[in-house]
């Protein structure tokens, strides 16, 4: 697979990389932890080179899955894990204070087994504690060698630009897709402006746009897709006019339209990695096939054309996950 460098910094990884939260969060029961970790070196033997976890995803659990899949290759990957959500009784809670990241950063170190997080996202943006004092604590870690690089998830630009000025972002991480391409207004400019690099999650729709929702499917109760808007029944119905355009395309180009949904991304920025996560090879092969279709500049402007002309149903968050977005 060929690589890609996240923006002007020095940190290259493989154009695709793979999302591992679902593996035991989000969507549904756990996935079977020895599959998990086959299919985690499957990836890697396949050229992906960048794995994305955090320490809410399981809670905790998902960051040793992924330290232990990667122990034998560990020189050769580039690990990605998160900080700022913690949490109390059950429930998620953001802290970004000083004492909270190192305590956070510590306990990563050990769940994935390493001696340095390759790239070290704020999670979410906390209200409570000032931005420079979060990417200031970065910075003394990265000075420790705890940390090499600093990113955020879910960041407002403003937000972005005061962190960049007291220490470097090398990536933002942040949903975008065909269906949710919000991003590219004010984001994707100002990350080029500043030579910050994007690593997209859910570029798949969280499954949207594979073609194999519609809406009689039915989801686990513990599966957060429930509590999507977009996800409503009626939305899911009115959002099928997106799947049939993906259709048309992918059958165009005689691939998927999950192959389709990705090389779309892909061919937005050079400097945009997605991260698309799965449980199952078939998919893992179907999406790493992806890096490798070209559309071309006639099809990206009939894309963007056809898509000018669909109006998506639903918001992509409930209120309380909107609530979590940085401004």
Same mark, same amino acid.
């Given at each position: 697979?060929?690589?890609?460098?996240?923006?002007?910094?020095?940190?290259?990884?493989?154009?695709?990389?793979?999302?591992?939260?679902?593996?035991?969060?989000?969507?549904?029961?756990?996935?079977?932890q020895q599959e998990m970790?086959?299919?985690?070196?499957?990836?890697?033997?396949?050229?992906?080179?960048?794995?994305?976890?955090?320490?809410?995803?399981?809670?905790?659990?998902?960051?040793?899955?992924?330290?232990?899949?990667?122990?034998?290759?560990?020189?050769?990957?580039?690990i990605a894990t998160k900080?700022?959500?913690?949490?109390?009784?059950?429930?998620?809670?953001?802290?970004?204070?000083?004492?909270?990241? &190192?305590?956070?950063?510590?306990?990563?170190?050990?769940?994935?087994?390493?001696?340095?997080?390759?790239?070290?996202?704020?999670?979410?943006?906390?209200?409570?504690?000032?931005?420079?004092? %979060?990417?200031?604590?970065?910075?003394?870690?990265?000075?420790?060698?705890?940390?090499?690089?600093?990113?955020?998830?879910?960041?407002?630009?403003?937000?972005?630009? &005061?962190?960049?000025?007291?220490?470097?972002?090398?990536?933002?991480?942040?949903?975008?897709?065909?269906?949710?391409?919000?991003?590219?207004?004010?984001?994707?400019?100002?990350?080029?402006?500043?030579?910050?690099?994007?690593?997209?999650?859910?570029?798949?729709?969280?499954?949207?746009?594979?073609?194999?929702?519609?809406?009689?499917?039915?989801?686990?109760d513990d599966d957060y897709?429930?509590?999507?808007?977009?996800?409503?029944?009626?939305?899911?119905?009115?959002?099928?006019?997106? %799947?049939?355009?993906?259709?048309?395309?992918?059958?165009?180009?005689?691939?998927?339209?999950?192959?389709?949904?990705?090389?779309?991304?892909?061919?937005?920025?050079?400097?945009?990695?997605?991260?698309?996560?799965?449980?199952?090879?078939?998919?893992?092969?179907?999406?790493?096939?992806?890096?490798?279709?070209?559309?071309?500049?006639?099809?990206?402007?009939?894309?963007?054309?056809?898509?000018?002309?669909?109006?998506?149903?639903?918001?992509?968050?409930?209120?309380?996950?909107?609530?979590?977005?940085?401004?």
């Amino acid at each position: 697979m060929k690589t890609r460098k996240l923006g002007n910094s020095n940190l290259e990884v493989s154009a695709l990389g793979l999302g591992c939260m679902g593996m035991s969060h989000g969507y549904g029961p756990a996935a079977d932890q020895q599959e998990m970790i086959t299919l985690i070196r499957r990836a890697f033997d396949k050229g992906v080179t960048f794995f994305d976890t955090a320490e809410v995803y399981g809670p905790f659990v998902n960051e040793e899955l992924v330290g232990e899949a990667l122990a034998p290759i560990r020189d050769e990957v580039t690990i990605a894990t998160k900080f700022g959500i913690k949490m109390e009784n059950g429930d998620q809670t953001m802290d970004s204070h000083p004492e909270q990241i &190192r305590r956070s950063v510590d306990g990563s170190l050990r769940r994935l087994n390493t001696d340095v997080i390759d790239l070290y996202y704020q999670h979410r943006v906390d209200p409570d504690v000032p931005i420079e004092e %979060v990417a200031g604590t970065v910075k003394e870690l990265i000075d420790e060698g705890k940390v090499k690089h600093f990113g955020m998830s879910e960041a407002g630009v403003q937000t972005i630009r &005061r962190a960049h000025t007291e220490q470097p972002v090398t990536a933002v991480q942040s949903e975008y897709s065909m269906w949710w391409r919000q991003p590219e207004e004010q984001l994707l400019p100002m990350l080029e402006e500043l030579g910050i690099g994007f690593v997209p999650f859910s570029p798949l729709g969280k499954g949207f746009l594979t073609g194999e929702i519609d809406e009689n499917t039915t989801f686990s109760d513990d599966d957060y897709r429930n509590t999507v808007p977009r996800f409503d029944k009626e939305n899911r119905t009115a959002n099928q006019q997106l %799947v049939a355009l993906l259709g048309n395309i992918a059958n165009d180009h005689g691939v998927t339209r999950a192959q389709i949904a990705i090389a779309w991304v892909l061919a937005q920025k050079p400097w945009i990695v997605p991260i698309p996560g799965t449980t199952k090879l078939k998919h893992l092969k179907s999406n790493i096939a992806a890096a490798n279709i070209k559309l071309s500049t006639g099809d990206l402007d009939q894309i963007d054309q056809a898509l000018s002309n669909i109006e998506i149903q639903g918001v992509r968050y409930s209120k309380e996950h909107q609530e979590r977005v940085g401004n």
